[in-house]
């Protein structure tokens, strides 16, 4: 079966500064994909970055990045530059297959400090 | 990107009552849509899936017959809390899939039921 793990309930980081969300993964399944979303206090979820597993470079957007360590079944997202607008709830997710079900990580609450 | 939009955004009805949600894709058609539900400070758990023209595929524990689902059209699928009671009160997230492209699924904003 399919599982996220997201061990950090908590994090502070400071602003300007980088801050690494961690995300573990299981699956069998050979292809998968793996999301992070940002969930603000009004609830919305918005979709940050993508990595499939097939892919051979790391995912960027923007200040986003996607550190995917297969072996190891890690997808860990590194903020940069942290901004007071990024605190949030952070999710990390993922998907088997060429479905839609997606299954979501316990997520990680951040806080960002001026 | 497209825009998946959810009504009401807050409800909030008494015990016994049924309430109705609606999750609409506004510019495109989903073939599937997803339920979710969120309580406070915890993750999304899926509650179902929804595919059009027939029935909705319920997750392991969800009762099918107080979360009436239906997905009459591409672009409406309805989550209907019968008999709801106050354990109902949940933030409640929709998701619709394009079709096609393992990364291709938009989010509601979500609806905040409220059961008194």
């Not at chain 1, 950090?8 to 979303?37: H, I, N, R």
């Not at chain 1, 919305?44 to 995917?68: C, K, W």
């Not at chain 2, 933030?91 to 509601?108: H, M």
Request: proline letters at 3%; hydrophobic letters at 35%; a neutral charge.
């Amino acid at each position: 079966a399919q599982k996220i793990t997201q061990t950090q309930p908590g994090m502070f980081v400071q602003e300007k500064e980088a801050v690494t969300l961690d995300c573990t993964y299981d699956t069998s399944d050979p292809s998968y994909g793996l999301f992070w979303y940002k969930q603000p206090s009004s609830g919305e979820m918005i979709f940050l970055i993508y990595q499939g597993s097939y892919d051979q470079q790391n995912a960027t957007e923007g200040r986003y990045s996607l550190n995917f360590q297969k072996a190891r079944k890690s997808a860990n997202l590194v903020i940069s530059a942290s901004q007071l607008g990024d605190s949030a709830m952070y999710f990390c997710a993922m998907r088997e297959g060429g479905g839609f079900k997606t299954i979501f990580g316990a997520g990680t609450r951040l806080f960002v400090k001026a | 990107g497209a825009v998946v939009s959810q009504h009401p955004s807050r409800v909030i009805c008494k015990s016994g009552t049924s309430v109705k949600i609606e999750c609409r894709s506004l510019d495109f058609q989903a073939t599937t849509m997803f339920w979710y539900r969120q309580f406070p400070k915890q993750s999304l758990m899926l509650m179902a899936t929804s595919n059009e023209g027939s029935k909705a595929t319920y997750e392991q524990g969800v009762e099918k017959d107080k979360f009436l689902i239906n997905h009459a059209s591409l672009t409406l699928s309805t989550l209907t809390v019968t008999s709801a009671h106050p354990e109902d009160s949940s933030f409640y997230i929709c998701s619709a899939g394009l079709g096609g492209g393992i990364y291709e699924q938009y989010f509601g904003p979500g609806t905040r039921l409220t059961v008194t």
